[in-house]
């Protein structure tokens, strides 16, 4: 069961906006809309912030945009703030009743 | 408010077991699937197992079939995680997390912090 392909990291100053993009297959990202993101702050539990591809959860900020297009799936964050800074991990429903989480990806606010 | 407080881990040989416990509270429990998902030190999230609503249905990932067994009891609104055979690899931060209905788990809307399990002689 291979993993989402995220990139590693990504940086923006604050203010700026960064996408994050998430590659899976068509057993997958690109079979069903259930692609979910979670940030991660070090030593925490993660926290929902987008399902269903472009749903925001209560209390989530709309400036958390995602967003899919065939097997790859992004994350945009417009207005960067320092708070931003934390792992990011998308993840999506796979066949036969599986969940698959990408590799994550480091944001730095620079 | 949702609460998930996840017990049971600890220290455990090569080839040992363990069971975790995840203890729920704010939410009706048997409406919705559970699942735990695990975080190695230092590396992304994994997701091991998922159990419905009703504890009718189960499902795993290739890495843990066969070795660990999920379960929960509703009437203690408690998710189960018994852990046999195991790796070193299966050293990690487990999350017990919640689906996002009784049959489903789309995607995890609440999670608990997680118990240490560190697998070594």
């Known amino acids: 069961q291979s993993a989402l392909t995220q990139p590693a990291s990504v940086s923006g100053s604050p203010g700026q906006s960064i996408t994050i993009s998430c590659t899976g297959t068509?057993?997958?990202?690109?079979?069903?809309?259930?692609v979910s993101w979670y940030q991660q702050h070090p030593g925490k539990a993660p926290k929902l912030m987008i399902y269903?591809?472009?749903s925001r959860p209560s209390g989530v900020s709309n400036r958390f945009f995602g967003s899919k297009s065939g097997n790859t799936a992004s994350l945009t964050i417009s207005g960067l703030q320092a708070e931003d800074e934390a792992d990011y991990y998308c993840?999506?429903?796979?066949?036969?009743?599986?969940?698959?989480f990408g590799g994550g990806t480091k944001l730095t606010v620079l | 408010e949702v609460q998930l407080l996840e017990s049971g881990g600890g220290l455990v040989q090569p080839g040992g077991s363990l069971r975790l416990s995840c203890t729920a509270s704010?939410?009706?429990?048997?409406?919705?699937?559970m699942s735990w998902v695990r975080q190695a030190p230092g590396r992304g999230l994994e997701w091991v197992s998922a159990?419905?609503?009703?504890?009718?249905?189960?499902y795993y990932s290739d890495s843990v079939k066969g070795r660990f067994t999920i379960s929960r009891d509703n009437s203690r609104n408690t998710l189960y995680l018994q852990m046999s055979s195991l790796r070193a690899e299966d050293t990690a931060v487990y999350f017990c997390?919640?689906?996002?209905?009784?049959?489903?788990?789309?995607?995890?809307?609440?999670w608990g912090q997680g118990t240490l399990v560190t697998v070594s002689s």
């Open positions: 997390a919640k689906g996002n209905s009784g049959g489903h788990f789309f995607y995890f809307d609440y």
């Open positions: 159990i419905s609503g009703s504890g009718g249905s189960t």
């Open positions: 704010g939410f009706t429990f048997n409406s919705y699937a």
């Open positions: 269903d591809v472009s």
């Open positions: 993840s999506s429903y796979r066949i036969s009743n599986t969940q698959v």
């Open positions: 068509s057993s997958d990202v690109g079979g069903y809309n259930y």
